[in-house]
C-alpha cells in the first residue's frame, strides 16, 4: 500500500492536475479565469494550512522524499487536485446554472460528504501503510489508525469540501454572468480564508469538547519514545 501512495503523489500533479483543470474549464464554458478560481484557491489554502499544520505545530509529517521538515513540496497540487475532481464529480449533478441560496446549500453538503469520506479512507491507510505519521493525543493514547483518523477526519475534511463546494457553486452562479474583479478576488480570497478557518475552528471546538484541550499540541516526543 505504501508504494501506492508514493506513485499516486507524482502521478497526481503532473497528470490528474491538467486533466481536472480541462475538466473544470469544460463545465465552466470555457473560462479560464473562474476554473482557476476553483483549482487554485485550494491549493493555495492547503500549503498555507500544511506548512502551519507540518512545520509550525509538528502535528502530522509525511514519510517519503522530497519533503522539508516532513511537508511535500507538492503537496497542495496533490490535495488540491483531488478537491477539484471530487467537487467537479459531486457538481455534476447540480447544473451550472441552477443558483441561489438552495443550490450552494446542496453543493457544500454533497461535496462535503464525499470529500469527507474519501480522505477518511486515505488517510486511514497512509497511516497504516506508514506513508504519514499523526502526532494526535490519540495515536499517543493508543488508538489505531482508523480510531485515530476518525476523530478528526470527518469534521475536518468534511468542513473542507463543504467549503470549496459551496464556493465553487458561488462562483458559478456569480462570475459566469458578471465580469467583476471585485467580486472575482472576493469570492476568491473569502473562500481561500475560509478553507483554512473553518475546518481548523471546528477541529479546535470539537478537540476542546472531547478532551478539554485545543488538539494543537504536537505528542511526537511521546510518540517517537514508544
Same mark, same amino acid.
Given at each position: 500500500?505504501?508504494?501506492?501512495?508514493?506513485?499516486?503523489?507524482?502521478?497526481? &500533479?503532473?497528470?490528474?492536475?491538467?486533466?481536472? @483543470?480541462?475538466?473544470?474549464?469544460?463545465?465552466?464554458?470555457?473560462?479560464?479565469?473562474?476554473?482557476?478560481?476553483?483549482?487554485?484557491?485550494?491549493?493555495?489554502?492547503? @500549503?498555507?494550512?500544511?506548512?502551519?499544520?507540518?512545520? $509550525?505545530?509538528?502535528?502530522?509529517?509525511?514519510? !517519503?522524499?522530497?519533503?522539508?521538515?516532513?511537508?511535500? &513540496?507538492?503537496? /497542495?497540487?496533490?490535495? /488540491?487536485?483531488? %478537491?477539484?475532481?471530487?467537487?467537479?464529480?459531486?457538481?455534476?449533478?447540480? &447544473?451550472?446554472?441552477? %443558483?441561489?441560496?438552495?443550490?450552494?446549500? !446542496?453543493?457544500?453538503?454533497?461535496?462535503?460528504?464525499?470529500?469527507?469520506?474519501?480522505?477518511?479512507?486515505?488517510?486511514?491507510?497512509?497511516?497504516?501503510?506508514?506513508?504519514?505519521?499523526?502526532?494526535?493525543? $490519540?495515536?499517543?493514547d493508543g488508538a489505531s489508525a482508523e480510531e485515530a483518523v476518525t476523530d478528526y477526519a470527518p469534521v475536518l475534511?468534511?468542513?473542507?469540501?463543504?467549503?470549496?463546494?459551496?464556493?465553487?457553486?458561488?462562483?458559478?452562479?456569480?462570475?459566469? %454572468?458578471?465580469?467583476?474583479?471585485?467580486? @472575482?478576488?472576493?469570492?476568491?480570497? !473569502?473562500?481561500?480564508?475560509?478553507?483554512?478557518?473553518? &475546518?481548523?475552528?471546528?477541529?479546535?471546538?470539537?478537540?476542546?469538547?472531547?478532551? /478539554?484541550?485545543?488538539?494543537? !499540541?504536537?505528542?511526537?516526543?511521546?510518540?517517537? $519514545?514508544?
Open positions: 500500500m505504501n508504494r501506492f501512495y508514493q506513485i499516486y503523489q507524482f502521478v497526481v &500533479p503532473v497528470l490528474v492536475f491538467p486533466f481536472v @483543470y480541462w475538466l473544470w474549464l469544460g463545465r465552466l464554458g470555457g473560462d479560464h479565469a473562474v476554473t482557476a478560481l476553483v483549482i487554485f484557491v485550494p491549493v493555495i489554502a492547503y @500549503y498555507i494550512f500544511v506548512i502551519i499544520g507540518i512545520v $509550525r505545530l509538528q502535528l502530522w509529517e509525511m514519510n !517519503t522524499w522530497p519533503t522539508i521538515r516532513g511537508l511535500r &513540496p507538492h503537496h /497542495g497540487f496533490v490535495i /488540491g487536485t483531488a %478537491t477539484g475532481l471530487f467537487a467537479y464529480l459531486s457538481l455534476r449533478l447540480i &447544473p451550472v446554472d441552477q %443558483t441561489g441560496v438552495g443550490s450552494v446549500l !446542496t453543493a457544500a453538503f454533497i461535496v462535503g460528504s464525499v470529500f469527507g469520506f474519501w480522505n477518511w479512507w486515505y488517510e486511514t491507510y497512509a497511516i497504516k501503510s506508514g506513508f504519514i505519521s499523526i502526532y494526535t493525543k $490519540r495515536i499517543a475534511f468534511g468542513s473542507m469540501g463543504a467549503v470549496h463546494g459551496a464556493m465553487v457553486k458561488t462562483a458559478e452562479s456569480l462570475l459566469l %454572468t458578471e465580469h467583476s474583479s471585485a467580486l @472575482y478576488w472576493g469570492i476568491g480570497l !473569502t473562500g481561500g480564508v475560509a478553507l483554512i478557518a473553518v &475546518p481548523t475552528i471546528l477541529y479546535l471546538a470539537v478537540h476542546r469538547i472531547r478532551y /478539554g484541550e485545543s488538539g494543537l !499540541t504536537s505528542y511526537k516526543h511521546e510518540i517517537k $519514545r514508544k
